[in-house]
């Protein structure tokens, strides 16, 4: 069983375990439910840098990376930085984040906050939205093209953005729809972990100029910013990196400092 197939069985468990315990209609009845989403998409076309960074504690391909960050300095640190918007993990087994994570972002900060989680159910972006999320993630490798249709339909009309990530041509072809805002191609292997940037530059020729291009995963330099500008990116998606260091906002500011140089 592949990575990806580990984390969806589980999911679903959860999911289900979660249902049982917070209902749909209590989730639409939340205050946040209410509340008017930022656009992501809109924040990257309107930069010059556009940087997302990302909360990650650990993940499965780093058993830690930053294990007791705290959620609001440095979500903090990351909107003083001049950050597009915030990614936050919020799967608890694999990466160490949680919904609260989320909440406690949102609470921080008016930066589009992207709810990085495994979709696998409606359920969960209702869930992203109550919980103060602006964007959701649709991973291609692990959703139908009937799935993807249905909730990022879903999620247009609770005003989220949608990201699809794709890692090859199979998964782009089959994912291009009208209601996705941002295409994602994810850098990292997920069978051996390695990334290259050439997985963005590859694939970047696929993806039709109506979707904001963004690459993710492995963006460790500023060098590597400007190599993929020129494919059409406009979003880079940066959570090592920044999360390494013992001030993720600190770092996040030299390296936007750096790349407007
Ligand atoms: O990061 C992993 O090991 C991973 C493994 C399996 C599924 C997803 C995984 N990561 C999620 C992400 O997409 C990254 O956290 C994100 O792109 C940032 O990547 P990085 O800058 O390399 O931390």
Redesign the pocket.
């Known amino acids: 069983m592949n990575?990806?197939d580990k984390?969806v069985a589980d999911k679903r468990k959860e999911v289900e375990l979660k249902k049982s315990i917070i209902s749909v209609s209590q989730y639409e009845a939340s205050v946040l439910f209410e509340r008017k989403t930022n656009s992501l998409a809109q924040a990257l076309r309107n930069s010059d840098t556009g940087i997302i960074s990302?909360f990650?504690r650990r993940?499965?391909?780093?058993e830690s990376i930053n294990q007791n960050a705290n959620v609001g300095q440095v979500a903090k640190g990351y909107e003083k930085a001049g950050v597009c918007g915030m990614?936050v993990?919020t799967d608890i087994k694999?990466f160490g984040g949680s919904i609260e994570d989320l909440i406690l972002a949102r609470a921080s900060v008016n930066l589009p906050l992207l709810r990085?989680e495994f979709i696998i159910s409606e359920y969960q972006i209702i869930e992203a939205k109550a919980n103060g999320a602006d964007v959701i993630l649709l991973i291609a490798a692990i959703l139908t093209r009937q799935e993807i249709k249905t909730y990022s339909e879903l999620a247009k009309s609770l005003g989220l953005d949608v990201l699809l990530?794709v890692h090859n041509e199979e998964e782009l072809h089959k994912s291009i729809m009208p209601s996705l805002d941002m295409l994602g191609v994810?850098n990292?292997n997920?069978k051996t972990?390695e990334?290259s940037l050439e997985t963005s530059k590859k694939l970047s020729k696929l993806i039709p100029d109506d979707f904001v291009k963004v690459s993710?995963?492995?963006?460790s330099s500023v060098d590597a910013i400007k190599e993929l500008k020129p494919y059409g990116y406009e979003g880079f998606?940066?959570?090592?990196?920044f999360?390494k260091t013992d001030n993720p906002g600190k770092s996040a500011i030299e390296f936007i400092k750096n790349l407007k140089n």
């Open positions: 990575i990806l984390i990302e990650k993940s499965p391909s780093k990614s993990l694999y990085k990530e994810n990292r997920l972990f990334v993710e995963s492995g963006i998606l940066i959570g090592e990196n999360m």
